[in-house]
């Protein structure tokens, strides 16, 4: 079901080969394994290329560009410490991230702000849960040795405080209201919830 609706004309297995066949063209032959990790490389790249042109795309037809890269980047400043739950496939991936990213910078940027006060209670919590969940291991992105997990949930938390002295320096509150939302969605992620992947 999710290759028809997502790859609904090979487009990605297209550009992929294009890519692949550029980069090879002239080379000598690569052994299978190469080849493959080669392969799974490039449509990696063309896959995440794409759900960002889909998500970004949205946003700016909604005028909402900035806010959802400022969004998406404090999102960012944990989850690649914190790591977390992932949905089921990228036609998931990409509904999930326009309702979380874009919906969510549309609501602040409506006018559906939080005081600083609040922010920085939401940030205590989310450093919290940060501090007893994170980092969470998923099939894609096993974590490894107890060492690396601690190392990982330092390195989350140290993220969460630096954002929290950033939006306290920034006077805008649209912003400082994009940061700390952008950090929970990371923190969220992290919890032990089952969720039905789509």
């Not at 991230?97 to 702000?113: D, E, H, N, P, R």
Request: contains cysteine; glycine residues 8%.
């Amino acid at each position: 079901m999710e290759k028809s609706l997502w790859n609904l004309w090979n487009v990605e297995s297209y550009i992929s080969n294009r890519i692949l066949n550029y980069i090879l063209e002239g080379q000598e032959e690569l052994d299978r394994i190469d080849y493959f990790k080669c392969k799974l490389g490039i449509e990696s790249i063309v896959i995440n290329l794409s759900k960002l042109l889909f998500i970004y795309g949205t946003a700016c037809i909604l005028n909402i560009g900035i806010e959802t890269l400022i969004l998406h980047l404090s999102f960012l400043s944990i989850r690649v410490f914190a790591y977390g739950d992932h949905a089921g496939s990228s036609f998931g991936c990409i509904i999930t991230s326009i309702l979380l990213f874009v919906g969510s910078a549309g609501v602040l940027t409506g006018g559906l702000l939080i005081p600083v006060e609040g922010l920085i209670f939401l940030q205590v919590i989310n450093g919290l849960v940060l501090s007893k969940y994170a980092p969470k291991a998923t099939s894609k992105n096993p974590i490894g040795s107890d060492e690396k997990k601690q190392r990982r949930r330092i390195q989350a938390l140290g993220s969460c405080l630096i954002m929290t002295i950033i939006m306290i320096c920034v006077p805008v509150l649209l912003i400082q209201n994009l940061m700390i939302i952008g950090n929970i969605l990371s923190g969220i992620s992290v919890l032990p919830l089952k969720i039905k992947r789509v």
